[in-house]
């Protein structure tokens, strides 16, 4: 049992690049969802999905997109890279929605943009 | 728009002390409270979980409080050991999670 994994560990990108972060579970969990921890700041929802095919905004959504195609996977798409991405990625599941539920935490990728 | 802080912002003890982490929010319309640790570089384990109809949660050395109506939780850390040393976050959950900034433990041998 992997738990959550997240590829790649560290990237660095060039403004501009686009890159997919992966995310996997093997928990058979519905929900999951993708955070950025900043320095000094919380972490903060960027994208979530309650089940396969079905994904939503969280509070900062803007330059990222998602889908889920599969329980397992969700990964998380940067468009066109700002620096203002550079951030540490997280992706999280649990078996309920939201956060009724124990989370679940990958060990996250750390991302920085020249 | 739910607002979450801890306090202090880092702590430095020294071992075996009993210590106390504060996480206060701003509105007390919360399913659960939850507490993490995070350790350098890696992700975030779950530790305790109150729902709001509960007032404390126990595991091992930690127990977690909540006070719903004066929007204030905290984590209690007995005995404390090197180990303990890491970054510690809560966590409201109302219509979604929102974190503190998180407080960062240091516990000295």
């Known amino acids: 049992n992997a738990g959550v994994t997240q590829t790649p560990k560290f990237q660095v990108l060039k403004t501009g690049q686009s890159m997919t972060l992966q995310c996997a579970q093997d928990?058979?969990?519905?929900?999951m969802s993708w955070y950025r921890q900043d320095p000094g700041m919380g972490l903060r929802l960027i994208h979530y999905?309650?089940?396969?095919?079905?994904?939503d905004q969280g509070e900062v959504p803007n330059g990222y997109n998602v889908s889920r195609s599969t329980t397992e996977d969700f990964p998380l798409r940067l468009l066109s890279a700002a620096p203002s991405q550079t951030s540490v990625y997280f992706c999280?599941?649990?078996?309920?929605?939201?956060?009724?539920?124990?989370?679940?935490f990958g060990p996250g990728t750390r991302l920085t943009v020249l | 728009k739910q607002e979450v802080t801890q306090i202090p912002a880092a702590l430095s003890v020294p071992e075996g002390e009993n210590l106390v982490l504060n996480c206060s929010f701003t509105?007390?319309?919360?399913?659960?409270l939850q507490w993490f640790r995070q350790d350098p570089g890696k992700g975030l384990t779950s530790l305790l979980l109150i729902q709001s109809s509960q007032r404390e949660q126990t595991s091992g050395r930690l127990n977690a409080s909540l006070d719903k109506s004066s929007g204030r939780s905290t984590l209690y850390i007995a005995a404390s050991q090197p180990g303990d040393s890491a970054t510690y976050l809560c966590a409201t959950y109302g219509n979604k999670l929102v974190f503190g900034a998180g407080t960062i433990l240091r516990v000295k041998s």
């Open positions: 509105d007390s319309a919360i399913y659960n």
């Open positions: 999280a599941s649990s078996y309920i929605a939201g956060g009724g539920d124990t989370q679940y």
């Open positions: 928990m058979n969990h519905e929900y």
């Open positions: 999905s309650v089940g396969a095919g079905i994904t």
